[in-house]
Structure formats: C-alpha cells, structure tokens
C-alpha cells in the first residue's frame, strides 16, 4: 500500500449523470475530470446497469437489468490495489457511509449486511468492487427515492451534503491508515 493521501481527490459532480458501469472502468475520473491518480467522485443521477456490468457474479445471475431513478453514487479507484485490498477498502466505505447516515438519523437505525447497507429488510444501498488491469474500483450507490427499496428522501437527507461527508471521511480514514503505516514498527 503506498501512500493514497497525498494523491486522493475528491470531486463532487453537480450535473446528473447515470451510473451505467462504464465508471468502473480504469482512469474514468481522469479522462473525464482531469482526477489524475488515486480519487473519490461523487454525483446524483439514475443507475442503469445491465447484469453483464455487475461485478458480482451471484448478483449478476439473480438480477435482470437493476434501476433506480435517482441515486448518490460514489465511485473509487486506488491504483495499484489488488481484489483483497479493494474490497477491504470497499467494507471501510459502506461502514463510513453506515456511521454518516445512522448520525444523522440520531440513532443505530441502519445496518450493513454484506455489501449492502439496509434497514430492515430494506436496503438503502448498493455497493460493487472489482479490479481491472491497473486499479481497484468501488461504486456505492445510496437510494435518493424510495420503492422497493429505501431512500434519503424517506429519511428528509441532503444527498450532495452527505455525498461531501462520505467523501471527506474516506479521504481522512486512507489517510490515518497510511499514516499508521508508516509509524508502526515490526515486531521482533
């Protein structure tokens, strides 16, 4: 693990865009933010993803073609990581975007299960993490409308401030692990 702090941007998209899977792809923030290196985007819009693009294979074989109409989507990628690393790293940022949420509802209300992030049997999120040839890539997708699923409008919350928070927390928390990295000695 090398030292992500130093390089990891964040970005928060103000135009809607759809989550397709093509965000999944290595260099997307780069080619289409200038985001050059390790990096957090945010952005709301619809999430359209064929089962051909779901990373997770058990998913991919149950679902048809998943959609929501709007969604807070947040999508990660850390060069030089391997499928271990990146969903480790994927786990830190439902776990985060879990302690955001539950904070602002003033209660231990919501619970991850798995790579999913539910209330009751509802769930509030959808997460993926794969690797290609030179990066590990997380997307996580909050529900912003309610349906089958949970939303931030059920719960009254502010999708762009809580897409900052996720963001400024993650940065902060790959941060104190490198730096715990280079201040901890090895036992002899």
Known sequence: ????????KSLFVEEEL?????????HWAFLNYDLAGDSIVAFIGPYQVS?????DLRRSKKTKEFKSSRMLHLVVEHFGCDLLETLL???????IAKD????RLGGDILQVWGDD??????????SSATVNALSGKIHLGINIESGEAKGLRDYDLNPKELGEVIM?????????????????????
């Not at 759809?18 to 290595?26: A, S």
Request: charged letters at 30%.
């Open 89 to 95: 790293y994927e786990r830190l940022l439902l776990g």
């Open 168 to 188: 400024d927390q993650y940065r902060l928390e790959v941060f104190r692990i490198d730096q715990k990295l280079s201040t901890t000695k090895s036992v002899k």
């Open 51 to 55: 089962p051909e693009s779901i990373p």
């Open 100 to 103: 955001k949420l539950n904070h």
């Open 117 to 126: 992030i539910c209330d009751g049997n509802k769930r509030v999120t959808t």
């Open 1 to 8: 693990m090398s030292n992500r702090k130093a390089t990891i």
């Open 18 to 26: 759809p989550f397709t899977g093509e965000e999944l792809k290595p």
